[in-house]
């Protein structure tokens, strides 16, 4: 149930309904928009709704239907933007977030960082614990490549992105990390959805390759159950019958979430193709269909990757990929940022 207070409500009144209803037994999340604050009513037994509307300061009650209820459009109108030191993701900018795969050394990460600053890339993202298929791939160099990232970003004036694996991670994460992801095999891991709704961080979650539009939602659901209401959906692709690329990007699942969700949407073209020809066309599409941030592998000697080299793109092609990016943002009334005229030196 979503409880939208009148424009003047004061402070007494909003109080005074949220104590109502936590007699009720429901738990509440409160937002507060540009002009009303929007309270959340989750739980709790079944209630005739003019009870509520008859309070002092309430404008509208309205039942949601949807099994998610914090991630609904109809908790938070306007929308989320989540602003992390001075980069905001949801607004009229779209983010670029780029970097390798995974991290394998210091001078790796140092010279991939440089180049995604030089683009205009604002988030450095990469891999220091890595989720593979194969038990005897390259697992991640662990903290030290956590710091070695922290490094290249604090150098290049960047936030720094990566994929939390466990609930045990967590502590070592909050330590480097701006933003945490959840990887798409990770998507329905509850206990890791829970811990994580318990931080203040912002949190990147990855749509599972066969997860249902629905299914995502009800895993943000689960993080911003627990306090967190910081969550970035990724369209990463999902798995269907169709097998030249190595999942199929669901362009459309970009505007559904933005109908249904006050979320910000991200797009990962990288891990959707599975080829660097095939990144940018997607990319391009992405942020046409709304996409307020993109997620792109960038390797500057992709063949010798210890991870998914032929899924980076090399420094030329991120290159004329942003300008093209920033053509597309402009077109449909955003903008992206136009990277670094001088690079910082070491």
Known sequence: MVIVMEEM???EQIASVIDKLVRLGFDIHRS???RHT????????????RDIELLEGVKEVHRISAPYKLASRAFKPDGTKIKIKDVTIGGEEVILM??????ESRDQVMTIAEIAARNG?????????????????FQGLGEEGLKYMRQAADRFDMLVISEVMEPSQIPLFIRYVDILQIGARNMQNFNLLREIGRLNKPIL???????????????AEYIMSGGNHEVLLCERGIRTFEPYLRNTFDV????????LSHLPVVADPSHATGRRDKVAPVAQAAVAAGADALLIEVHHDPENALCDGAQSLLPEQLEQLAHRLRLIAEAVDRHMASGVSETVSQ
């Open 32 to 34: 507060t928009g540009v």
């Open 252 to 259: 459309s699942a970009i505007p559904v979430f933005k109908k």
């Open 205 to 219: 979650l990855k749509r599972g390759p066969a997860a249902t539009i629905e299914e995502t939602l009800l895993a």
């Open 9 to 11: 409500a004061s402070e």
């Open 121 to 137: 890339a604002k988030i450095l993202r990469g891999g220091a614990f890595k989720p593979r298929t194969s038990p005897y791939s």
């Open 98 to 103: 780029a970097g390798p795969c995974t991290i």
């Open 38 to 49: 929007v309270l959340g009513a989750v739980g709790g037994r079944i209630v005739d709704t």
